[in-house]
């Protein structure tokens, strides 16, 4: 087993290089930048706008009310099971890695990343409603695929090259289900519980190097748990979804914002040391611009992907089962994603860590880069909790419960995700297969080490990004078209027909739907 994970962790380390170089970042950044610069920069433009669509209507009955439609699940639920893939442990064990390989600084790229990536996840969205169909089994099928396909394959010359790109973009998105969806999930919640909820006699048996019997009984446990949700299908998944998440992030705020209160006088050190460190990281991570580019700037960009998912064209495939009409609409929903996900959720974690103890005595030195002792990456954010609630280490075992509930979603909707990706390859009626493939993939997490299962997911990111953000600049002016007219419609008043869809015949049906209420 030793030598097959050496062997995995080599091939691997080549791949990485090269999704995540020059190339890959500049595609991502670089497509945030035109979709914003082409919309006017829309997410700060129209704050008030999307901000009323989003948190402003949570309790509006056309947002939150459940439907009978197959396959169909409301607004609300789409976020809720978008929000259940992308809030995981990138928002807190990723957060983590990320300033302990790169400072403090590389908070500040990851929200650069996410300011740009709400419109990447803006365009993807309004992509994905706008080319989505009905399936074989009457239900609603979009994501990059239909959009690569349908949309880059329709402009001369093109036909071919989408098509390619849509079955790549669906290979890597099972593979991706694998890697953040499955196993870097699982070795997270694997690591935490085990040493916050620790039983002996099970974890002092080593089946093999490293990987105790407590590792494979819980991988197990959380394997029986997906099995009994997602092979229900999308209404299981999101119906769960939409009770846990909001449950899961208030809590996780809350007990972020009392842990940041007690250390309140280390709070605007802290940001200094984001902002500073971002230009010039302090001396372990190396002097120079060619570290700062390859380290900070790298990991932030990274983790800020894997966490808020923006730009690898995932979150669409969800949001296109939504029963809303207006692409736009569904496209604010994408926008809120990213901010609650990096600007709320990540930046919590970063000021947990950071303000801790102090930012150079502290659970993590940001002047030295030296981790307190009997803390990890994975376990650093338990360790801050536990400076303020530490009798019985409370702290650590709600980062713990925290990070299963975090984690736990995540699986649930990268289901989802894998399972639409194998739809478009071998048919609707066939997604069952996935879904037991994706299910017994969740033990391996807990036999990994961390680093190999967070680089793998990596590496399935990189690759799955690529021809998803090819299509999204391909179609960006047809993403700024759609948002012309919504805007013309709603905000000018103008007397014109909406664009609801590429298809004649769906656009009818949604427009004699629109009527209809």
């Known amino acids: 087993m030793d030598k097959f994970l050496q062997a ?68 609300f639920q789409a976020l809720c099971t978008a929000l259940a893939a992308t809030v995981g442990t990138g928002n807190i064990a990723g957060v983590a890695a990320a300033i302990c390989v790169g400072g403090a600084g590389s908070v500040f790229w990851m929200w650069v990343a996410a300011f740009f990536g709400m419109m990447t996840n803006y365009a993807e969205n309004v992509l994905g409603i706008f080319f989505r169909r009905k399936n074989e089994n009457g239900e609603w099928a979009g994501g990059a695929m239909y959009y690569l396909a349908d949309g880059l ?33 699982v070795n997270k919640i694997v690591t935490n519980v085990a040493q916050a909820f620790d039983v002996s006699a099970l974890s002092s048996v080593e089946v093999f190097s490293g990987v105790s019997l407590y590792n494979i009984i819980l991988g197990a446990v959380i394997m029986v748990l997906t ?24 809590l996780f705020v809350l007990g972020s914002v009392t842990i940041i209160g007690v250390n309140y006088a280390n709070v605007f050190p802290a940001f200094k040391a984001i902002f500073v460190n971002a230009f010039k990281p302090e001396a372990f991570v190396g002097g120079g611009i060619g570290v700062v580019i390859s ?34 609409k569904q ?50 954010v338990g360790g801050a909790f536990n400076t303020v609630f530490s009798w019985g280490n409370i702290g650590e075992k709600f980062i713990a419960v925290t990070m299963f509930l975090f984690a736990f979603t995540t699986i649930l909707g990268w289901s989802h995700y894998g399972s639409k990706a194998w739809e478009y390859l071998f048919g609707a009626k066939t997604t069952f297969i996935f879904r037991i493939i994706h299910v017994i993939t969740v033990v391996f997490g807990a036999v990994l080490t961390s680093s190999l299962a967070w680089d793998i997911s990596d590496t399935f990111n990189g690759l799955m990004m690529i021809p998803n953000l090819i299509g999204v600049l391909a179609l960006s002016p047809l993403v700024v078209k759609i948002t012309n007219n919504y805007l013309r419609r709603t905000k000018k008043g103008e007397n014109i027909d909406p664009m609801y869809n590429f298809d004649p015949e769906i656009q009818a049906q949604e427009a004699a739907r629109e009527t209809e209420e």
Request: net charge positive; charged share 15%; with cysteine.
């Open 295 to 328: 380290k900070v700037v790298t990991q932030g960009f990274k983790r800020g992907v894997f966490s808020n998912e923006a730009g690898l064209g995932s979150s669409v495939m969800v949001h296109s089962n939504s029963n809303v009409k207006e692409p736009v």
């Open 227 to 250: 099995a009994l949700i997602t092979l229900g299908g999308l209404k299981r998944i999101a119906s769960v979804a939409e009770k846990i998440v909001p449950f899961m992030v208030v």
């Open 8 to 75: 995995v962790e080599s091939v691997n380390g080549e791949i990485n290089s090269v999704v995540w170089g020059a190339f890959g970042l500049l595609l991502l950044v670089g497509t945030g930048i035109i979709v914003t610069v082409l919309t006017k920069f829309f997410q700060v433009s129209h704050v008030g706008l999307w901000f009323k669509h989003t948190l402003g209507s949570m309790f509006k009955k056309d947002v939150i009310k459940h439907t009978k439609e197959k396959g169909v699940i409301s607004p």
């Open 153 to 185: 394959g329709k402009k001369t010359g093109m036909k071919y090259v989408g098509k390619g790109l849509a079955i790549l973009f669906c290979i890597f998105a099972m593979l991706a289900s694998f890697g953040i969806g499955s196993m870097g999930q």
């Open 331 to 380: 496209g604010m929903w994408g926008i809120f994603e990213v901010f609650a996900d990096t600007m709320i959720v990540c930046t919590m974690t970063a000021l947990v860590i950071l303000t801790a103890g102090g930012l150079n005595g502290g659970v993590f030195n940001a002047v030295t880069g030296e981790i307190a002792a009997g803390y990890t990456d994975a376990t650093l």
